[in-house]
Protein backbone atom coordinates (compact mmCIF):
# COMPACT_ATOMS: atom_id res chain seq x y z
CA UNK A 1 0.00 0.00 0.00
CA UNK A 2 3.38 2.05 0.71
CA UNK A 3 4.48 1.50 -2.53
CA UNK A 4 1.60 2.41 -4.30
CA UNK A 5 1.24 5.65 -3.13
CA UNK A 6 4.46 6.45 -3.38
CA UNK A 7 4.47 5.62 -7.10
CA UNK A 8 0.88 7.73 -7.35
CA UNK A 9 2.96 10.68 -5.56
CA UNK A 10 5.83 10.23 -8.36
CA UNK A 11 3.40 10.41 -11.09
CA UNK A 12 2.01 13.38 -9.81
CA UNK A 13 4.96 15.45 -9.28
CA UNK A 14 5.89 14.62 -12.76
CA UNK A 15 2.99 15.82 -14.10
CA UNK A 16 3.50 19.07 -12.39
CA UNK A 17 6.68 19.91 -13.87
CA UNK A 18 5.87 18.79 -17.11
CA UNK A 19 3.06 21.50 -17.11
CA UNK A 20 5.19 23.91 -15.44
CA UNK A 21 7.85 23.25 -18.69
CA UNK A 22 5.63 23.32 -21.37
CA UNK A 23 4.11 26.53 -20.52
CA UNK A 24 6.44 29.10 -20.85
CA UNK A 25 6.99 27.59 -24.51
CA UNK A 26 3.35 27.88 -25.34
CA UNK A 27 3.61 31.32 -24.21
CA UNK A 28 6.25 32.29 -26.42
CA UNK A 29 4.55 31.01 -29.34
CA UNK A 30 1.54 33.15 -28.76
CA UNK A 31 3.38 35.90 -28.56
CA UNK A 32 5.49 35.29 -31.80
CA UNK A 33 2.07 34.90 -33.65
CA UNK A 34 0.95 38.13 -32.47
CA UNK A 35 4.32 39.92 -33.75
CA UNK A 36 3.47 38.46 -36.77
CA UNK A 37 -0.41 39.56 -37.36
CA UNK A 38 0.77 43.36 -36.40
CA UNK A 39 1.24 45.73 -39.20
CA UNK A 40 4.58 46.80 -40.47
CA UNK A 41 6.51 49.09 -38.79
CA UNK A 42 7.10 53.00 -39.91
CA UNK A 43 10.24 51.59 -41.31
CA UNK A 44 9.06 48.53 -43.22
CA UNK A 45 6.46 51.30 -45.12
CA UNK A 46 9.21 54.05 -45.44
CA UNK A 47 11.29 50.36 -47.14
CA UNK A 48 8.30 49.37 -49.60
CA UNK A 49 7.24 51.69 -52.39
CA UNK A 50 4.20 53.51 -52.70
CA UNK A 51 1.64 51.45 -53.50
CA UNK A 52 3.06 47.91 -52.27
CA UNK A 53 2.28 46.50 -49.25
CA UNK A 54 4.91 46.00 -46.72
CA UNK A 55 6.08 42.24 -48.16
CA UNK A 56 7.11 43.98 -51.35
CA UNK A 57 3.76 42.74 -53.06
CA UNK A 58 1.84 44.77 -55.12
CA UNK A 59 -1.95 45.55 -53.96
CA UNK A 60 -4.71 43.67 -55.74
CA UNK A 61 -6.94 47.07 -55.92
CA UNK A 62 -6.38 50.43 -55.73
CA UNK A 63 -6.42 52.19 -51.80
CA UNK A 64 -9.69 53.98 -51.79
CA UNK A 65 -8.46 56.96 -51.34
CA UNK A 66 -7.08 56.66 -54.90
CA UNK A 67 -9.97 55.41 -56.44
CA UNK A 68 -12.07 57.57 -59.49
CA UNK A 69 -14.44 59.74 -57.59
CA UNK A 70 -17.81 58.17 -58.66
CA UNK A 71 -20.31 60.64 -60.14
CA UNK A 72 -22.96 62.21 -57.85
CA UNK A 73 -26.48 60.26 -57.26
CA UNK A 74 -28.59 60.77 -60.29
CA UNK A 75 -25.78 63.07 -62.04
CA UNK A 76 -25.73 62.10 -66.24
CA UNK A 77 -21.93 61.56 -67.57
CA UNK A 78 -21.72 63.82 -70.24
CA UNK A 79 -22.51 62.00 -73.93
CA UNK A 80 -20.01 64.37 -76.16
CA UNK A 81 -17.44 67.11 -75.42
CA UNK A 82 -19.93 69.92 -75.95
CA UNK A 83 -21.82 68.85 -73.12
CA UNK A 84 -19.01 69.70 -71.09
CA UNK A 85 -18.86 72.91 -69.16
CA UNK A 86 -15.85 75.49 -70.54
CA UNK A 87 -14.88 78.54 -68.88
CA UNK A 88 -15.51 81.96 -70.68
CA UNK A 89 -13.25 82.98 -73.27
CA UNK A 90 -12.29 86.68 -73.78
CA UNK A 91 -13.61 86.98 -76.76
CA UNK A 92 -17.28 85.79 -75.17
CA UNK A 93 -19.57 88.95 -75.99
CA UNK A 94 -21.91 87.80 -73.41
CA UNK A 95 -19.62 88.95 -70.77
CA UNK A 96 -18.99 92.31 -72.73
CA UNK A 97 -20.84 95.25 -71.39
CA UNK A 98 -23.72 96.94 -72.67
CA UNK A 99 -23.01 99.84 -75.81
CA UNK A 100 -23.40 103.54 -74.58
CA UNK A 101 -26.85 104.91 -75.53
CA UNK A 102 -25.93 107.41 -78.88
CA UNK A 103 -26.08 110.59 -77.86
CA UNK A 104 -26.76 113.32 -80.75
CA UNK A 105 -23.81 115.90 -81.40
CA UNK A 106 -25.58 119.47 -79.75
CA UNK A 107 -26.66 122.41 -82.10
CA UNK A 108 -24.21 124.22 -84.02
CA UNK A 109 -24.16 128.17 -82.44
CA UNK A 110 -25.63 130.23 -85.33
CA UNK A 111 -23.43 133.06 -86.29
CA UNK A 112 -23.05 135.21 -89.48
CA UNK A 113 -19.74 136.12 -90.73
CA UNK A 114 -18.70 139.58 -92.02
CA UNK A 115 -16.04 140.31 -94.11
CA UNK A 116 -13.92 142.52 -96.47
CA UNK A 117 -10.36 144.11 -97.56
CA UNK A 118 -8.58 146.99 -96.62
CA UNK A 119 -6.73 149.35 -99.08
CA UNK A 120 -3.97 151.86 -99.59
CA UNK A 121 -4.72 153.64 -102.42
CA UNK A 122 -2.27 154.89 -105.32
CA UNK A 123 -0.46 158.18 -105.72
CA UNK A 124 -1.19 158.23 -109.42
CA UNK A 125 -2.19 162.43 -110.50
CA UNK A 126 -5.62 163.64 -111.08
CA UNK A 127 -8.17 162.17 -113.59
CA UNK A 128 -6.53 158.39 -112.76
CA UNK A 129 -8.98 155.76 -111.17
CA UNK A 130 -6.21 155.51 -107.88
CA UNK A 131 -8.33 152.05 -106.71
CA UNK A 132 -7.14 150.42 -109.80
CA UNK A 133 -3.54 150.29 -108.55
CA UNK A 134 -4.69 150.03 -105.01
CA UNK A 135 -2.25 147.95 -102.47
CA UNK A 136 -3.44 144.98 -100.27
CA UNK A 137 -2.46 146.97 -96.59
CA UNK A 138 -1.59 144.17 -93.60
CA UNK A 139 -2.39 145.16 -90.08
CA UNK A 140 -4.83 147.25 -90.39
CA UNK A 141 -7.26 147.73 -88.14
CA UNK A 142 -11.54 147.97 -88.52
CA UNK A 143 -14.29 147.66 -86.82
CA UNK A 144 -17.97 146.63 -87.01
CA UNK A 145 -20.29 148.58 -84.33
CA UNK A 146 -24.18 147.71 -83.79
CA UNK A 147 -26.88 149.84 -82.85
CA UNK A 148 -29.85 149.32 -80.73
CA UNK A 149 -31.21 152.39 -78.96
CA UNK A 150 -27.18 152.41 -78.06
CA UNK A 151 -24.30 150.87 -79.28
CA UNK A 152 -25.01 147.08 -78.20
CA UNK A 153 -21.78 145.62 -79.66
CA UNK A 154 -18.48 146.48 -80.97
CA UNK A 155 -16.17 143.44 -82.75
CA UNK A 156 -12.23 144.82 -83.75
CA UNK A 157 -10.63 142.61 -86.49
CA UNK A 158 -7.03 142.72 -88.05
CA UNK A 159 -6.17 142.44 -91.59
CA UNK A 160 -3.88 139.76 -92.67
CA UNK A 161 -0.80 139.50 -95.32
CA UNK A 162 -3.29 140.55 -98.26
CA UNK A 163 -5.62 143.26 -96.18
CA UNK A 164 -8.37 140.42 -95.34
CA UNK A 165 -10.66 140.78 -92.30
CA UNK A 166 -13.56 138.18 -91.22
CA UNK A 167 -15.41 138.37 -88.11
CA UNK A 168 -17.57 135.12 -86.65
CA UNK A 169 -20.36 137.14 -85.02
CA UNK A 170 -22.63 134.74 -82.38
CA UNK A 171 -24.64 137.87 -80.72
CA UNK A 172 -27.27 137.07 -83.13
CA UNK A 173 -29.86 139.01 -81.07
CA UNK A 174 -27.94 141.96 -81.40
CA UNK A 175 -26.79 141.74 -85.16
CA UNK A 176 -28.81 143.40 -88.06
CA UNK A 177 -27.36 144.13 -91.00
CA UNK A 178 -29.37 147.51 -91.45
CA UNK A 179 -28.37 148.61 -88.17
CA UNK A 180 -24.24 147.35 -88.43
CA UNK A 181 -21.90 149.69 -89.67
CA UNK A 182 -18.24 148.86 -90.52
CA UNK A 183 -15.70 151.54 -89.30
CA UNK A 184 -11.79 152.31 -90.29
CA UNK A 185 -10.52 152.66 -87.05
CA UNK A 186 -5.81 152.50 -87.59
CA UNK A 187 -3.55 151.84 -90.27
CA UNK A 188 -0.28 150.29 -89.42
CA UNK A 189 2.25 152.65 -91.22
CA UNK A 190 2.12 156.31 -91.02
CA UNK A 191 2.40 156.35 -94.55
CA UNK A 192 -0.61 155.40 -95.40
CA UNK A 193 -2.94 156.35 -92.49
CA UNK A 194 -5.76 158.88 -93.84
CA UNK A 195 -9.07 157.25 -93.98
CA UNK A 196 -10.04 157.68 -97.72
CA UNK A 197 -13.16 155.45 -98.01
CA UNK A 198 -15.28 156.12 -95.85
CA UNK A 199 -13.76 159.86 -95.57
CA UNK A 200 -13.49 159.85 -91.57
CA UNK A 201 -13.61 157.42 -88.93
CA UNK A 202 -17.09 158.64 -88.07
CA UNK A 203 -18.71 157.58 -90.91
CA UNK A 204 -19.47 153.80 -91.08
CA UNK A 205 -20.51 151.34 -94.29
CA UNK A 206 -23.85 149.42 -94.45
CA UNK A 207 -23.59 145.85 -94.68
CA UNK A 208 -24.89 143.54 -97.64
CA UNK A 209 -25.64 139.78 -97.58
CA UNK A 210 -23.69 137.55 -99.95
CA UNK A 211 -24.59 134.07 -101.02
CA UNK A 212 -23.15 130.71 -100.49
CA UNK A 213 -23.93 127.72 -101.75
CA UNK A 214 -22.96 125.40 -99.15
CA UNK A 215 -22.87 127.59 -95.88
CA UNK A 216 -21.20 125.20 -92.93
CA UNK A 217 -23.64 124.41 -89.81
CA UNK A 218 -24.44 127.21 -87.97
CA UNK A 219 -23.92 129.92 -90.55
CA UNK A 220 -26.99 132.00 -90.67
CA UNK A 221 -25.23 134.66 -93.57
CA UNK A 222 -21.97 136.06 -95.06
CA UNK A 223 -21.99 140.02 -94.97
CA UNK A 224 -19.64 142.76 -96.62
CA UNK A 225 -19.17 146.66 -96.21
CA UNK A 226 -20.78 147.86 -99.38
CA UNK A 227 -17.39 149.15 -100.60
CA UNK A 228 -13.66 147.99 -99.96
CA UNK A 229 -12.32 150.31 -97.19
CA UNK A 230 -9.20 152.78 -98.07
CA UNK A 231 -6.75 154.35 -96.53
CA UNK A 232 -4.40 157.18 -98.33
CA UNK A 233 -1.38 158.90 -97.74
CA UNK A 234 -1.51 161.64 -95.37
CA UNK A 235 0.31 164.04 -96.80
CA UNK A 236 2.32 165.48 -100.16
CA UNK A 237 5.04 163.21 -100.55
CA UNK A 238 4.01 160.26 -98.45
CA UNK A 239 3.23 157.81 -101.01
CA UNK A 240 4.79 154.18 -100.56
CA UNK A 241 3.43 153.18 -103.84
Known amino acids: MAISLSSRT ?3 GAVL ?3 ALLLP ?8 DDKARAPASAKDKAAAPSGYDSAGKPPSSPPADMAAPSPAYGAKPPSSPSDIAMPPSASDNSSAPPPLPLVPPPKPLPFVIVEGVIYCKSCKGKGYNTGIDA ?4 GATAMMVCYGRKVVNATGTVTDG ?3 FLIMFYDMQNFNAK ?3 MYLVSSPTPQCNKPYY ?3 QWIGLSLVRETRTIPPAGLQGIYTPTSVL ?4 GAKGQCPY
Open 10 to 12: LVA
Open 17 to 19: VAA
Open 25 to 32: ARHATAVA
Open 135 to 138: SPLP
Open 162 to 164: NGY
Open 179 to 181: TCK
Open 198 to 200: PPN
Open 230 to 233: FYAP
